[in-house]
């Protein structure tokens, strides 16, 4: 990669921004006692620009083509991973609400997009597993995704990578200090937490993309396998899972079935800035969480329950105004179109995440009608990939397009990019 670049690589880019030099314009000649001469020079090149109006053309550029303008030279590489050109595109209104779903393969790692706002299709992106780093060589089903502005970190059990939903680069970045596999993540303000999937240790983790490193900020109050993770308002929520070792503040042991309920439905609240962990909330019907996302000051659950799914609100709102609104109250919604009386097993499994006001409830493994036809009912042509969307305004639920094909046993994220 060069240094700098040269008009010629970018000829569109030129002629929309710039006139061209060739062109000569005759004005009318005006009366002027002492007619001002300027320079003028014959050899404009987008690289004699200063970084401020370079910016500003390139948060013009399309985003299909902005793998391509990280490929110029080292300057525009560098200001394509600034910051200004993110809040310059924001501006712009160039910025769109986007999901990402990544899946592994043997060849290497699949990377599927649904962009909001634009045409209502998947688009699929193929990184082959030399560029993808060690690790990667299986199912995404015990590892979990987080994103910090353009940069999805794909956290596995002993390694992690970054990849760039701008221009598609992965790169390998530090692992996690204990070894997990279905545990919590989310982020708040630029850092990344995990808790969970861990027998030998409660520890929550904090990751500083900064600096690459990771570190231990607190201990849990409950050891969890099989957890969600969520973020609102500066608290991490540890959402679900299944009970795993022993935690220090577990005086009474409770019987082997309490338990399971107790931590299939209920969450532990970590507050990033006081540092501490505020008191468990649970889903007041019971049953098994299946997935969970934060949006809008809330955080929605879908529970599984012996004979029914049911979709489930959480007023996470502690710092709205007048006091915080109603932080700890629950609201049943209405429950995504699926068949009734359908139990989840292990099968099945569906990842929700947030689409700005949206919810998107997308099914990454398994298929509905397999669950129909072991227990001898009608399929509804409900087969896998299934995508579901939820519309937090209108209560009301809506069929997106379904995965593409080969996308399976995957992972999904929601990113501004």
Known sequence: MSESCHSRHFTWLMKSCFPNPQQHHHPQPQPQPQPLHLPISHHTTISSLPDDLLLECLSRVSSSSLPSVSLVCRRWSHLLSSSALYDLRRRNASI?????????????????????????????????????????????????????????????????????????????????????????????????????????????????????????????????????????????????????????????????????????????????????????????????????????????????????????????????????????????????????????DSSVRFSCVSVGDAVALIQVTGCIDDLLRRSGRSTRGLKEGLVLIYDAAAGEWSRGPDLPEVIRRAACVSVEC
Request: glycine share 12%.
């Open 96 to 344: 769109y609400h986007t999901v990402f779903v990544f899946s592994v393969t043997d060849s290497g790692l699949f990377a599927a997009t649904l962009r909001f706002g634009h045409a209502y299709s998947w688009r699929t992106n193929f990184i082959p597993a030399g560029d993808c780093g060690e690790g990667f060589r299986g199912p995404l089903s015990h590892s979990r995704i987080s994103a910090i502005g353009r940069g999805i970190y794909i956290i596995g059990r002993r390694e992690m990578v970054r990849y760039d939903a701008w221009t598609g680069a992965v790169t390998a970045r530090a692992g996690m200090v204990f070894p997990r596999k279905k545990f919590a993540a989310a982020m708040v303000a630029g850092r990344i937490y995990v808790a969970g999937g861990a027998a030998r240790t409660s520890a929550l983790e904090e990751y500083d993309p900064v600096s690459d490193k990771w570190s231990v900020v607190a201990e849990a109050p409950r050891r969890r396998y099989g957890c969600i993770g969520a973020a609102v308002d500066g608290v991490v929520y540890v959402i679900g899972g299944l009970k795993i070792g022993a935690s220090e503040s577990e005086v009474v042991p409770l019987a082997a079935g309490a338990e399971a309920h107790v931590y299939a439905s209920s969450m532990d609240l970590y507050d990033v800035e006081a540092r501490g962990w505020l008191r468990s909330r649970a889903v007041p019907s019971g049953g098994c969480v299946v997935a969970a996302c934060a949006t809008g000051g809330f955080v929605y659950v879908l529970t599984s329950h012996a004979v029914e799914l049911s979709f489930w609100r959480f007023d996470a709102r502690r710092k709205a105004a007048g006091g915080g609104g109603g932080f700890g109250e629950w609201c049943r919604m209405k429950s995504p179109p699926l068949p009734a009386q359908v139990r989840l």
